[in-house]
């Protein structure tokens, strides 16, 4: 069965600290794995990792995937408020469809 | 349009009840997605279209749910004789090509009775 697990489930740091949000995998015919920041409604598309070992980068937020290990995590540097979201990660197996763990939810204090 | 549309934002029904969910994906996308997401959980994926066909319709639940995208554009979950354990938050993607990145509409957060 495909499965996608984050950690940590919740995470409470204070603002300007650095985080690392992680995500696991086990997806038959693994394409790509996505990451989503949600906050009220629409999840909203962040990073697409396909290739291992090379790092997207979005401002103060950063992305790496290994596709050995089966991993991928989340950077963000210096955190403001607005970071504060649940973060998804998602895979793109061979049928095209999401798979999706079930979040980090992010809270930034100020 | 701009972005992927949903409608309506929210829907309230009682149990038994037939609802219609409406989603407009962006210009030009042909794959179009639905999933469903619980409180506290990841969304969960239930049919993707590739233009007015069902491609996958492996994550629908039973025979009460149904999906059409009958001109290859705006879709339309059906969801018959709704029951509480169908509430939750329908929200629909679209992409550009396969395998492409899915853009995701606001949702409509639906409460049975």
């Known amino acids: 069965e495909d499965k996608v697990v984050q950690s940590p489930l919740s995470l409470v740091v204070h603002e300007g600290d650095t985080v690392t949000l992680n995500c696991s995998y086990e997806?038959?015919?693994?394409?790509?794995l996505l990451w989503y920041k949600q906050e009220k409604k629409a999840p909203t598309f962040l990073f697409m990792l396909?290739?291992?070992?090379i790092e997207k980068k979005s401002g103060r937020l950063s992305s790496i995937l290994d596709k050995k290990e089966l991993f991928s995590i989340l950077n963000i540097t210096a955190t403001q408020t607005g970071d504060s979201a649940i973060y998804l990660c998602?895979?793109?197996?061979?049928?095209?469809?999401?798979?999706f763990g079930q979040g980090t939810r992010l809270t930034i204090n100020p | 349009g701009a972005g992927v549309s949903q409608t309506p934002s929210n829907k309230v029904t009682e149990k038994g009840k037939y609802v219609e969910l409406r989603c407009d994906p962006i210009?030009?996308?042909?794959?179009l997605y639905w999933y469903r997401q619980s409180l506290g959980q990841g969304p969960e994926f239930l049919i993707y279209f590739q233009g007015t066909g069902a491609a996958d319709d492996s994550g629908l639940p039973n025979d009460r749910f149904f999906a059409v995208r009958p001109e290859g554009s705006v879709s339309t979950l059906k969801i018959q004789r709704t029951e509480r354990g169908d509430s939750a938050m329908y929200l629909c993607a679209s992409s550009s090509r396969p395998w492409a990145e899915q853009f995701f509409g606001p949702g409509t957060r639906l409460t049975v009775l």
């Open positions: 998602a895979c793109i197996q061979g049928a095209q469809k999401l798979v």
């Open positions: 997806v038959t015919n693994f394409r790509s």
């Open positions: 210009s030009g996308h042909t794959a």
């Open positions: 396909t290739s291992s070992g």
